[in-house]
């Protein structure tokens, strides 16, 4: 008698098969996941037409504000990745300010941009002689800073309080250079940029050197503005300051035309030519009727004339005259500039 036995014919396990095509499925996805975060992080790119986009970010914008901003502009493929990673990443706030793009970035190089503050800057001039007033003006034609705010941060004299006690503004101490500078910028802070240039070069050599000529730094800085306006050739400067130097030693009044201008622009338009009336405005910047320096700077030198004013040039001189091109005849005795004179100027 066979007695009935079990099927022993195993059955496919079909269950665990879909487990594993599913975490197959799964991985792919997340794999591509992965892959298209990745991409949108790290690829650089660029979304817009024109050679380059300049954008103002706002001063407390959000990360989803820059996002929406930065995507309308073409610089990033997307805001809500933007928003989640300098969430993430940037706990401070980005920078404000002015950014210029010109090339392809990643979202990750145009986020470490901004939390870095790399800010697009404008390159302004200052030349020598220009008195403050010119300088401020030249910063508020360009439209960095108001006027009236530039005059303001004009009169800090804390900025210069330890060199020059006497300061009542700034004037000389704006100092003559290249400066970048950007929209963020306040008055302030554009001002207090070249009393700091002007600081770096007043070095502690100059400063010895100017206690041996027995002159203060307002006096060697004074100087340095006379010889700024009248010397126009390089090899003339310590010239100049000699002939200064042994008027001031003499007790001689100083004479300098540049003075007078200064003096009229303090009460009127200057129209480019110095009257015979102008000679007797009662001014203590009019050299032509007080003895001694200015009671102060009357133009923002640079580095040459007020090395100049601190290193004259060995000679006895007296007297200059102009030749009408850039040069100056020097004299020593009057008899000889009285000469130059009519030569030169009659």
């Known amino acids: 008698m066979v007695s009935g036995g079990r099927n022993l014919t195993k059955e496919p396990r079909r269950p665990r ?31 817009y037409d024109t050679s380059e986009s300049l954008i103002l970010i706002p001063r407390g914008s959000t990360g989803s504000t820059i996002g929406r901003l930065l995507q309308s502009r073409g610089i990033i493929r997307s805001q809500p990745l933007f928003g989640a990673y300098v969430s993430f990443h940037y706990p401070t706030s980005l920078k404000a300010g002015e950014y210029l793009f010109s090339q392809p970035m990643s979202l990750v190089d145009v ?3 901004l939390y870095q503050g790399e800010t697009h800057q404008y390159r302004v001039t200052v030349p020598e002689g220009e008195t403050m ?16 705010r530039l005059w303001k941060a004009g009169r800090r004299t804390d ?18 250079d290249t400066y970048y500078v950007t929209q963020a910028m306040d008055e302030d802070q554009i001002v207090q940029t070249m009393v700091h240039t002007f600081r770096s070069k007043w070095t502690a050599e100059r400063r010895a050197r100017a206690e041996e000529l027995h002159m203060t730094t307002r006096e060697v800085i004074t100087l340095a503005s006379l010889i700024e306006e009248e010397a126009r050739l390089a090899e ?10 042994n008027r001031l030693d003499k007790k001689v009044k100083l004479a300098c035309d540049p003075t007078v201008i200064y003096a009229v622009q303090l009460v009127k338009e200057y129209d480019g030519i110095i009257h015979r009336s102008d000679l007797q405005l009662d001014s203590p910047y009019n050299t032509y009727l007080y003895p001694g320096l200015p009671p102060g700077p009357i133009a923002n030198p640079g580095l040459a004339s007020i090395d100049a004013a601190l290193y004259p040039a060995p000679v006895e001189y ?14 020593t005795h009057y008899r000889d500039h009285s000469r130059a004179v009519l030569r030169y100027q009659r």
Do not use: I, M
């Not at 010119?134 to 360009?142: I, K, M, N």
């Not at 006497?166 to 100092?175: K, R, S, V, W």
């Open 236 to 245: 003339e400067r310590p010239l100049v300051s000699a002939v200064f130097h």
């Open 318 to 331: 007296l007297y200059f005259v102009s030749r009408n091109d850039g040069s100056h005849v020097f004299s």
């Open 133 to 148: 007033k010119e300088v401020l003006g030249r910063f508020a034609e360009r439209g960095f800073g108001q006027r009236a």
């Open 111 to 113: 986020a470490d941009r």
């Open 17 to 47: 098969l879909k487990l594993a095509v599913s975490g197959l499925t799964l991985s792919l996805a997340l794999g591509l996941g992965l892959g298209w975060v990745r991409f949108q992080l790290f690829q650089p790119y660029r979304g």
């Open 159 to 176: 900025l210069v309080s330890d060199l020059d006690p006497l300061a009542d503004n700034l004037e000389g101490y704006l100092f003559p």
